[in-house]
């Protein structure tokens, strides 16, 4: 399934936000992570529709993906 760009687009601007505040990162800082992040490319590519994952999932599999949290 593929999702509408336009959707996805608003989906990236949350999760960054999201990413942003859990790594007390600037926003400018969580973007540039997030695009050159692998979590990025599976959901650009539309990998097993990770798009369909709340933003809070992505936003700390990004933190997972930086190792700026841990379990």
Known sequence: ???NKIILQMKYARIVKLFAEKSRLSY???LGLFYD???FQLLNDGVAD???LSDEYLADELMLEYKLIQF
Do not use: F, K
């Open 1 to 3: 399934m593929e999702a």
């Open 28 to 30: 400018e800082e969580a």
């Open 37 to 39: 992040s692998e979590t």
């Open 50 to 52: 990770l798009h369909c």
